[in-house]
């Protein structure tokens, strides 16, 4: 994994995507995003807020708001995103595709920078979302797909017509691989549930508790299954257990027993229990049980449904006035689960800074981007409303408008297919697909320029790029070669000379 070649606290200003393609390959630990939604509306800030001016359209179209290189890098290098964008352009129509193409193109270089570890979140509504989860199983692949999560975004009980109101938002998650880092969010009990579950409280300080088992089905021959206080636990056909694990088991070493994981066999660690008033002694007849205190449980494991946090109203303190803002505790949930404290956090969309503050406020770096020109304004002055939840006493923003440069070597998708004859697309109008593959044939004849064979016939080569598009396009052909199947087919998983040269001898094609 290459190192950054950005600075923790950087707001990049302007399309996200020139920055996207200076940052180095795995060097982000999660994104978490807030991109457009294709609503097909304009949105305008609250006046008088710390936001004002704030406006975007969120309307697409494929004449107007798609380039030419993105699609010819799509449909050349990942068809199975070319094939989405070209199912919702028949399905839905040409603004969806155009919505998805523009996402598209920044989805793949999201995926190339996060690292293996990393985790990523995009956050849409059921405009497109059924659009852009096909869009995200063809980028990052569908074993990756870890959560549709659902927020309910309003609260209003008001009729729509004809149809059931609209009352929440879509936030996906994906991982790069099986290893991404993941810690469990735990929330609070519900009143009711406590005072049904943990109804006994002895008054001692420890608070409420219930009462659980101390005993498991099936006999046991060592020290679970012996008599302990008279009780014959073999005769009723079960054993002995006690809470080593988490949970109780920590709570009991941090707060009364120390050592108690250290007490060797079942019946010192009963005793233990008993002698520090763990054990629940009913008045007659049943069994005696472990006293579960609520100070021992996390609380509620969190789902994939969010009820719990509720949108931002117009008198709440975080509220900017920014027309699409989401609230901190969103976003500090999931960073809180996809990243540890120091982990880079990335927000190609950033806004009003909900992420970057979020990350802030929890220890992680952050790196935001947003083409808005009031964008480091209220970066800096929502770091400074929550300064004092801040990590560091003066955080500088720093403020950057050209792209990072690459210190990883900049190759994408086949950096050992290199053109040694560059040749310049003629005057006139720009070239199809087909008038280029024509052009090419006539300057390089039916050669590969990935293994260097020739074909006796043209249909075994195949028009590609030779680098990423991040000239914008300018390199019309230049950028393009002839690969036959098997070199364009591999050269997605093939990443240095030696591996094409390997390739090459295993069909015959060169000599050892």
């Known amino acids: 994994?290459?190192?950054?070649?950005?600075?923790?606290?950087?707001?990049?200003?302007?399309?996200?995507?020139?920055?996207?393609?200076?940052?180095?390959?795995?060097?982000?630990?999660?994104?978490?995003?807030?991109?457009?939604f294709n609503k097909g509306k304009d949105f305008h800030a609250t006046p008088d807020s710390l936001a004002a001016g704030a406006k975007f359209q969120d309307r697409w179209s494929w004449a107007k708001d798609v380039e030419q290189a993105w699609v010819d890098q799509i449909e050349d290098d990942w068809p199975t995103v070319h094939a989405v964008i070209e199912a919702s352009k028949a399905t839905y129509g040409q603004d969806m595709?155009?919505?998805?193409?523009?996402?598209?193109?920044?989805?793949?270089?999201?995926?190339r920078i996060l690292r293996k570890d990393g985790s990523i979140y995009l956050h849409c509504d059921p405009t497109a979302s059924h659009y852009l989860k096909q869009l995200m199983d063809a980028v990052f692949g569908p074993g990756k797909f870890r959560n549709e999560i659902v927020w309910q975004c309003a609260t209003t009980k008001k009729a729509d017509a004809k149809r059931f109101g609209n009352t929440h938002e879509?936030?996906?998650?994906?991982?790069k691989s099986e290893h991404a880092a993941w810690?469990?969010?735990?929330?609070?009990?519900?009143?009711?549930?406590?005072?049904?579950?943990?109804?006994?409280?002895?008054?001692?300080?420890?608070?409420?508790?219930r009462v659980s088992?101390?005993?498991?089905?099936?006999?046991?021959?060592?020290?679970?299954?012996?008599?302990?206080?008279?009780?014959?636990?073999?005769?009723?056909?079960?054993?002995?257990?006690?809470?080593?694990?988490?949970?109780?088991?920590?709570?009991?070493?941090?707060?009364?027993?120390?050592?108690?994981?250290?007490?060797?066999?079942?019946?010192?660690?009963?005793?233990?229990?008993?002698?520090?008033?763990?054990?629940?002694?009913?008045?007659?007849?049943?069994?005696?049980?472990?006293?579960?205190?609520?100070?021992?449980?996390?609380?509620?494991?969190?789902?994939d449904l969010v009820l719990d946090i509720a949108p931002l109203q117009g008198s709440a303190r975080e509220r900017t006035g920014y027309p699409t803002q989401k609230p901190l505790a969103l976003?500090?949930?999931?960073?809180?689960?996809?990243?540890?404290?120091?982990d880079l956090v990335l927000d190609?969309?950033?806004?009003?800074?909900?992420?970057?503050?979020?990350?802030?406020?929890?220890?992680?770096?952050?790196?935001?981007?947003?083409?808005?020109?009031?964008?480091?304004?209220?970066?800096?002055?929502?770091?400074?409303?929550?300064?004092?939840?801040?990590?560091?006493?003066?955080?500088?923003?720093?403020?950057?408008?050209?792209?990072?440069?690459?210190?990883?070597?900049?190759?994408?998708?086949?950096?050992?297919?290199?053109?040694?004859?560059?040749?310049?697309e003629p005057n006139g109008p720009r070239m199809s697909r087909a008038e280029m593959y024509e052009y090419l044939l006539a300057q390089r004849g039916q050669r590969c320029q990935g293994c260097d064979r020739v074909f006796d016939d043209a249909r075994y080569l195949e028009l590609d790029h030779n680098?990423?598009?991040?000239?914008?396009?300018?390199?019309?052909?230049?950028?393009?070669?002839?690969?036959?199947?098997?070199?364009?087919?591999?050269?997605?998983?093939?990443?240095?000379?030696?591996?094409?040269?390997?390739?090459n001898r295993a069909n015959g094609w060169m000599a050892s």
């Open 170 to 175: 879509i936030i996906f998650a994906y991982s």
């Open 331 to 342: 976003y500090e949930r999931i960073i809180k689960a996809s990243s540890n404290p120091g």
């Open 97 to 111: 595709a155009a919505f998805l193409c523009f996402m598209g193109v920044r989805l793949l270089e999201m995926q």
């Open 348 to 424: 190609p969309f950033c806004g009003c800074a909900t992420t970057p503050v979020a990350a802030e406020r929890l220890g992680r770096q952050w790196v935001g981007m947003d083409i808005w020109e009031g964008a480091l304004t209220i970066v800096k002055q929502r770091m400074e409303d929550n300064r004092q939840l801040l990590t560091e006493a003066d955080p500088q923003v720093h403020y950057e408008t050209s792209p990072p440069e690459r210190t990883d070597g900049g190759m994408e998708a086949a950096p050992f297919i290199q053109v040694t004859e560059r040749y310049a």
């Open 467 to 503: 680098t990423p598009r991040s000239d914008g396009g300018l390199n019309h052909i230049t950028n393009r070669v002839l690969l036959c199947g098997p070199c364009n087919r591999s050269k997605s998983n093939t990443y240095t000379l030696s591996g094409l040269r390997r390739l």
């Open 213 to 303: 088992d101390l005993t498991q089905t099936g006999i046991r021959h060592g020290a679970s299954g012996m008599v302990w206080r008279s009780i014959d636990i073999t005769a009723k056909g079960k054993h002995w257990i006690t809470p080593t694990g988490k949970g109780a088991g920590d709570w009991i070493v941090d707060n009364v027993i120390p050592d108690f994981r250290t007490i060797r066999g079942t019946q010192a660690r009963l005793d233990a229990l008993d002698t520090h008033n763990l054990i629940y002694w009913p008045k007659q007849g049943s069994m005696p049980g472990l006293k579960r205190y609520l100070a021992s449980v996390a609380g509620e494991a969190a789902t």
């Open 183 to 209: 810690n469990p969010v735990y929330l609070p009990y519900k009143e009711a549930y406590i005072k049904s579950m943990y109804r006994n409280d002895d008054n001692d300080g420890r608070g409420p508790y």
């Open 1 to 36: 994994m290459a190192a950054p070649n950005f600075r923790n606290r950087t707001l990049y200003h302007g399309d996200n995507l020139p920055f996207l393609r200076g940052m180095n390959s795995e060097s982000v630990h999660l994104i978490a995003t807030d991109p457009p």
